[in-house]
């Protein structure tokens, strides 16, 4: 064949591959505009951008903290509307809808097959759908009672708008008080068929690992606390969990708690009423201007404040209307006379709706003591008040919104800007108020000559892995866990400098308190039942009316304030008070500079992204690292809206992934003006690719052909500092960690080490470099990552150096140390990719159930009694673990009364960072008397818990080589209750009619 007729071949065969790539690509396109369902990746993967507005069904309202006799319940809502369809679904959408049992009509979407579908706690119980299920119309309700009535007892008339179903025999009230809820469209559990989840009471377990993956709940998150600690509103018994009436996403943000009253199964989700911090119910305060504070609510435009001298409000002295959360007032008195003022609040929504108003509270005014005979001891130390706000330019990737006054990227001020300090703080959100214990600390470092930031603190206590969560956005933190609560952070402790001082559970005596301020120590008081913190920093004795008084001045971060309250009513539920003339840690350098001038603060890009701190591009996509951040975080118009930031499951993250959706394009390609926004051309959101722009939109982009590289100066090793958190994971419970692969080759050896949670610590903060040379030729070196976050995958061709050898050591507070050695070879291209450290809890064990009883004239007495179900597992069980800090509440202490023959009781014991012993909980074991099917036992032990005993003990069971093999979750019974296995009494996560238990019912 002659070179032109060949030729010829080429062009026609290459003209043909175009073409077909073409009409793939866009039928691909149009199959991806179809944004409405979820859609499947080649990994997978589904889009996060489909909740609320993209998926019709969400999960609206849930009571998982019942009283005797009562039955929890979920709450559905179809919260399609036609107002919102436009934006998300186009004619190829609509055609996928109705394949997948949507109809879209002029009112919204009509779902008609949610017959099948299934609702999933995280311990293991399910609830499926009914096939005789009626269809969904928009705006309307599904309830479903877990109360074992049957689908007999449904009901599915939808003149109401609600249709209610009751679970089958044996499915009653099956959620813990710490779980999730996923909701699947089928009874196959995967990313592309779960339609909603939530997290709720503590850090989510395993369950949440598909919610994670598919971009919708974000990473170390949790909504509704059912444990009180300083800062936040916990969930009570009666109370539910429920999303805000303009949810825009679903994240922990978009979800509050519900006092008793509040909630509203089957109908509209209301604001819910504020709650006050100061004054504290109760407060005897002196008379004159008195500051009171309460709670921001979501998309309130104002608040009215009342203060009356009658509870009943029938002639209030004040009634106004703020835009602020603070007010204060002028309360007077008479010389001879106290008076007693009643004070509440509630918010007035942007919708025109009213929250209930707040909990009727009051504050007692004396007159301030004028005699000089009047006039005792006193002394007050100079502690500046601070309010509790974010106070950095550490980013918040949990819910902040992208601008304003709590902008995720900045200190929350009045003006907005980023600029640190140049304007009055401002509370607001959970990020700032449940904020409290930071501040407090803050304040007392403040008052040694230290600058620690609030943030800073909240990183030490949360930080560590990929950095969602970093901020603790959301979360009360306790002071000085380990000293109080027997696990978990000193946090104070470590922000003295690791000086511990004076720190217990209880109120001091006012001999205590005169001591610690005569000697010039500030402390910190956890008060009002453990719901907020502040500082005591002095005290007045005073004779009054032939009385003698007891003041303390109490500073207050809630209002960035400080007054006089009575110290005999104060509620102190515990103290910390360093040891005089600490020295506290202090702000690292890195915390204020931005080298690279990328908009990532350095001590961001050194501790908690895979970014380098003096490159502004690290991955050279020609999208800057914060806005490759932006993209995944914020929607187009600045809302919240949280997606996977690795969305082709390559183990990189999108500002260290040049193609992060492994379409061969780049993202600066894909992204016209590279500003991170996640919406295509007509300003619908994108539910496949990982920027605004698609390649077939605007052709090759700038950055196809560039070879942009980088040569920073230094590569400076780090150093972190890691903190185990006992309160995660057992001890001794095997977890397998995927070994990461590098290319070049590495070489690797560490020990097993207890899990622990990261806290990078920098020993030095290196210095920024000005801006890398760029040459045409070479790439960056080895990007420092003290984090399991791989470095990024854009192949670069190297340019090593034969002196050089990049060591990461990591130098845990436990005892053990691994070490970790990365030796590049002399290969002119390397990739790394790193496997991330993924920790579970141990699995649900389904044929093994438990359950307590509390001896009524013995409180704290427990008989537990363990039953094997199931033949596969018998024999398998020879230990009996259960730790203090896994308890709801954690217990104390626990004495061993009774066990079966032939099993012996050891305690559980960790090492202490200084090397001493402490008792974390109890074992039961055996050698050669396991737990056999059909043959329950009994264990009786004496428990210390902080109050009383819960309605559930976390047990975790081992085999003969005494690793953990799986949980089970013991349910208190009332005593001398006969009610069976497998009919009252449901273990968590066992479904009697799947798994066919051999035994006969027990009593």
């Not at 719901?531 to 109490?554: I, K, P």
């Amino acid at each position: 064949m002659s070179l032109h007729p060949r030729i010829a071949l080429f062009t026609s065969l290459l003209a043909s591959f175009v073409a077909l790539w073409l009409v793939i690509s866009f039928a691909l396109a149009a199959v991806s505009d179809a944004a409405t369902m979820p859609i499947a990746l080649q990994n997978g993967q589904t889009s996060s951008a489909q909740l609320p507005l993209d998926n019709p069904i969400i999960i609206n309202e849930l009571m998982p903290l019942v009283g005797q006799g009562n039955y929890q319940w979920v709450e559905l809502f179809n919260n399609s509307a036609s107002l919102f369809l436009p934006l998300v679904i186009g004619t190829e959408g609509q055609a996928e809808m109705a394949a997948q049992g949507y109809t879209r009509t002029a009112a919204g979407t009509i779902v008609s097959n949610l017959a099948g579908w299934q609702i999933a706690t995280g311990s293991g119980a399910t609830y499926t759908f009914p096939a005789s299920l009626p269809n969904l119309p928009p705006q309307t309700y599904v309830l479903i009672f877990f109360d074992g009535l049957g689908e007999t007892a449904n009901e599915y008339d939808l003149s109401d708008g609600v249709i209610t179903l009751h679970t089958p025999s044996g499915l009653i009230n099956s959620f813990g008080p710490v779980d999730q809820l996923s909701l699947f469209s089928s009874a196959t559990h995967t990313t592309t068929t779960l339609v909603d989840f939530v997290a709720y009471g503590d850090f989510p377990n395993g369950a949440a690992a598909l919610a994670i993956e598919a971009g919708q709940w974000p990473a170390d998150s949790f909504t509704g606390p059912t444990t009180q600690s300083p800062g936040i509103d916990a969930l009570v018994s009666g109370g539910s969990l429920g999303r805000y009436p303009l949810s825009k996403s679903n994240t922990p943000e978009e979800w509050t708690i519900y006092k008793p009253g509040e909630s509203t199964p089957g109908a509209a989700n209301r604001a819910p009423a504020p709650y006050f911090r100061t004054p504290f119910d109760g407060a005897i305060t002196f008379a004159g201007d008195v500051v009171f504070g309460w709670s921001h609510v979501p998309d309130a435009v104002s608040y009215q404040f009342q203060i009356a001298q009658e509870p009943t409000f029938a002639s209030p002295e004040v009634s106004v209307v703020l835009s602020d959360t603070v007010y204060t007032a002028a309360l007077t008195t008479t010389a001879d006379v106290s008076r007693t003022f009643y004070f509440r609040a509630q918010s007035l929504q942007a919708d025109g709706s009213r929250s209930d108003w707040s909990v009727v509270n009051q504050v007692t005014v004396i007159p301030m003591p004028i005699e000089t005979s009047a006039i005792g001891a006193s002394k007050v130390l100079n502690v500046k008040p601070q309010l509790q706000h974010k106070d950095t330019r550490m980013m918040c990737l949990d819910g902040d919104p992208e601008t304003g006054i709590h902008r995720w990227d900045s200190a929350h001020e009045a003006d907005g800007d980023l600029v640190v300090g140049d304007s009055p703080p401002r509370r607001g959100n959970p990020h700032g108020d449940w904020y409290c214990t930071r501040a407090s600390i803050s304040m007392i470092a403040d008052y040694y000559g230290s600058k620690l930031s609030q943030d800073r603190i909240s990183y030490y206590a949360y930080g560590g892995g990929a950095p969602e969560g970093d901020m603790g956005h959301g979360i009360g933190l306790w002071p000085n866990q380990t000293c109080t609560w027997g696990g978990g952070k000193n946090v104070m402790w470590w922000a003295m400098n690791n000086a511990a001082g004076d720190c217990a559970r209880g109120k001091p005596t006012f001999a205590q308190v005169k001591g610690w301020i005569d000697g010039g120590r500030p402390g910190l008081f956890v008060e009002n039942n453990d719901a907020h913190s502040v500082v005591l920093a002095g005290y007045w004795e005073f004779d009054l009316w032939f009385f003698s008084w007891q003041f303390a001045y109490r500073v207050d971060p809630w209002t960035n304030s400080g007054g006089w309250i009575a110290y005999n009513n104060w509620n102190v539920s515990e103290y910390h008070v360093p040891p005089a003339g600490v020295t506290p840690r202090v702000d690292e350098a890195s915390l204020s500079t931005d080298g690279d001038k990328d908009g990532i603060v350095d001590f961001d890009e050194i501790n908690r992204f895979p970014t380098l701190f003096n490159l502004p591009d690290t991955d050279e996509d020609c999208v800057w690292d914060k806005q490759d951040v932006r993209s995944y975080v914020f929607d187009n118009l600045g809302n919240f809206s949280k997606r996977n930031p690795d969305w082709d499951g390559d183990g990189l993250r999108k500002e260290v992934d040049r193609d992060n959706d492994n379409d061969f394009w780049i993202d600066g390609d894909e992204d016209k003006n590279w500003n991170g926004k996640t919406v295509d051309a007509f300003g619908r959101r994108d539910g496949i690719d990982t920027s605004n722009f698609r390649w077939w939109e605007i052709g090759p982009g700038p950055c196809r052909t560039a070879t942009v590289t980088a040569t920073p100066t230094r590569t400076p090793t780090y150093t972190p500092t890691y903190t185990p958190t006992p309160t995660r994971t057992p001890t001794r419970f095997v977890t397998r960690t995927p070994t990461p692969t590098y290319t070049p080759t590495p070489t690797y050896t560490s020990t097993r080490t207890p899990t622990p949670t990261r806290t990078p610590t920098p020993t030095r903060t290196p210095t920024p470099t000005s801006t890398p040379t760029r040459t045409p030729t070479s790439t960056p070196t080895i990007t420092p990552t003290p984090s399991e976050t791989p470095t990024p995958s854009a192949t670069p061709t190297a340019s090593p150096t034969a002196t050089e050898t990049p060591t990461a050591t990591v130098t845990p507070s436990a005892t053990e140390t691994p070490t970790v050695t990365v030796t590049p070879t002399a290969t002119e291209t390397a990739t790394a990719t790193v496997t991330p450290t993924v920790v579970k809890e141990p699995p649900v064990l389904t044929g093994i159930s438990a359950k307590f009883t509390e001896s009524p004239s013995s409180p704290g007495v427990i008989t537990l009694e363990l039953h094997i179900l199931l033949e596969s597992d018998d024999a398998i069980v020879h230990d009996m673990e259960i730790y203090f800090d896994k308890q709801e509440k954690p217990w104390q202490a626990v004495e061993p009364l009774q066990g079966p023959p032939g099993w012996v009781q050891e305690p559980l014991i960790e090492k202490e960072p200084t090397g001493g012993d402490r008792i974390v909980g109890i074992r039961y074991v055996t050698a050669d008397n396991p737990l056999r099917t059909c043959q329950p036992v009994q264990f009786v032990l004496q428990v210390v818990p902080p109050d009383a005993l819960g309605n559930f003990i976390t047990i975790y069971l081992t085999d003969k080589d005494h690793n953990v093999i799986g949980q089970v979750a013991g349910q208190r019974v009332a005593p001398n209750a006969r009610a069976p296995f497998w009919g009252g009494i449901v273990p968590i996560g066992w479904q009697s009619a799947r798994l066919g238990a051999p035994c006969q019912p027990t009593g």
